[in-house]
Structures are given as structure tokens and as C-alpha cells.
């Protein structure tokens, strides 16, 4: 018998995880604010307002836009005995007020943060996987119905954990587009296919990601010249190669600097140039300096 779900909110990611349910054979019972999105899901169960759907079921799933949503979505529904579980994209102080909410509604309450598209939900072969913080014991019970549309992460009871690792992640996603944005750019005036580029692109990326790990060594241990290959002095000696070529093609450098400047005040202040690039965590856990 499989575990039945409500499912609040039919937009693209609400809609994906509707189907893969109702594919896995769960009874789904949908609520939307616009009612015709639900007409395309054959299968469910189509409730008229978020009440009568939240008292369907007690497993509850909110895919809304954002956290207002979510509240105003829930307000007049009966949330006692209920298992809330908000795959809503929010910020972690919102999750843990979500998550206190609920709680003084008699719910027990999970966040989710989707590392994933909507095509990527039912596919498991895709690596797309949701991460959840807050009720263990929710998490636990429901693991086998979480499991269906995407991969799952439990990272922790605090409400807040979940999404904070989602914005962590799609931090350094960001970084990582600026960088490839900028290496574009400097190919662009040039008679360089970047079809050809981009494969000797994706290879460096993935190349250098595990560099990760010894960040994450160097600050558990609070040693940030351990197993150090590219000392800061040289990689800040580096930097004018950067910013001439940049010039020379033409290309702002407003993505790079940023970063450079970091690293030079880090050489700048630490004891010495034996470090790699840890550093600059420091310093983004204190305000900049007033010039
Ligand atoms: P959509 O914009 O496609 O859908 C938004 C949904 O929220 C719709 O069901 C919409 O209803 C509903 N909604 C918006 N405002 C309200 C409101 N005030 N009251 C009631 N319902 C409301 O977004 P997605 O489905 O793509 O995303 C849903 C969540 O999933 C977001 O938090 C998003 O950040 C997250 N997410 C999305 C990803 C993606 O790639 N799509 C990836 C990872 C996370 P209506 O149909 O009536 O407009």
C-alpha cells in the first residue's frame, strides 16, 4: 500500500513531482491556485481548496513560489497531526519560522531544498536529489515516498539546514558560470569555435573541483598551508597576466576582481605567502575595510 500525498502547488517542479507520484502508484490528491493546471494530471484527486486537500492526506508537500505563499496557502487549513513537508525554495531564517509555525499548529515539519530541475524530477539517473533538515522522524517514516521523484539528503534537525546548503551550493554554482562567462568571453573576438572550447572547459572544471576537499581539510584543521601546492604569492603574482589579457581582448575584468582583490589583501594581511586560497574565507566572515 503505497503512502498517500498531498501535493500543494501545480506549478513546473509541482507538477513533475505530481507525476512521478502518481507514476510510483501514490494516491495524490492536488490543490492549485489556478485550478486548470491540475485538468492535465490524470490520476489525482482534485481538491477545491487547500483545506479540504490538506485534510485528505498526512503527508502534505508545498511546492510553491516562496514562503508568503506558503503561509497564506496553509493559514486556514488544519495542520494538527499533519507532516508538513516544504520543498518551497525559501531562506534558511524563513524555513526555521515556517518550521515554528507549523510546529504551533501540532505539525511536525521538513524542508527541502531541491538541487534539481523539473525534468530531472523521476529520473534518477539525472543526479538531481532534494535535501531535507528538520523532523528526523518525519524524514525516517516518509523516506521511501521522499525517495520517489529525486534523490534524498537528510542534513540535519535544524529547520534551516537544508536550505542553507541549497543557496551554499548554488553560490558556488554562480561563481562557477561567472568564471566560464568570463573564459567565453576572452575567446569570443577570436576564430575559436566555442563548441571546440567548451569540452576542454567542462574537463578543467571537474578537474579542479575536488580541490574542494582540501579547503574543507585546511579549515577543520585551522592549517591553511597544509598539503599547499599553488602558494597565495604566486597565484597573486599571477593576477596581472589575468587582467592584461583581459584588456588585451577586449573583456571587462568586473567578474575576476572581486576575487583578486580578495586574494591580494589576504596576502597583504596574513603572516605569510605559504597559503592557497582558504584565506579569503576569513576575510568574507569580516566587513571590508572602509578605504
Ligand atoms: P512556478 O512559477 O512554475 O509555480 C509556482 C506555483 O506557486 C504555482 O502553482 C502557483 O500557482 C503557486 N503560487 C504562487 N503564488 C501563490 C499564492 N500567493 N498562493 C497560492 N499559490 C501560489 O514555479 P516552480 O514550480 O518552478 O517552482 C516552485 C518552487 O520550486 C519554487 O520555490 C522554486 O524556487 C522551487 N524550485 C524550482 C526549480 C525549477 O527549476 N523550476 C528548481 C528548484 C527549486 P498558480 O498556478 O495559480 O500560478
Known sequence: EKTPVTLLGLGTMGTALARAWLGAGHPVTVWNRTPSRAATLAGARVAKTPAEAVSANPLIVACLLDDTS???VLTDTVLTGKDVVNLTTTTPAQARTRA???HERGARYL??????VPPMIGAPESGGYVLYSGSGPLFEQHRATLAVPAGTRYVGEDPGHAALHDVALLSAMYGMFAGAAHAFAL???EDIDPTTFA??????????????HQTADQLRTGDYTKGVVSTLAMQVAGTPTFLATARDQGVSPELLTPYFTLMHRRLTEATGGDEDLTGVIDLLLRPEPTA
Open 100 to 102: 515554528k509555525w507549523a
Open 70 to 72: 506558503v503561509e497564506e
Open 199 to 212: 569540452p576542454l572547459l567542462a574537463d578543467w572544471l571537474t578537474a579542479m573541483a575536488p580541490a574542494v
Open 187 to 189: 575567446l569570443r573576438k
Open 111 to 116: 524542508d527541502g531544498g531541491m538541487m534539481a
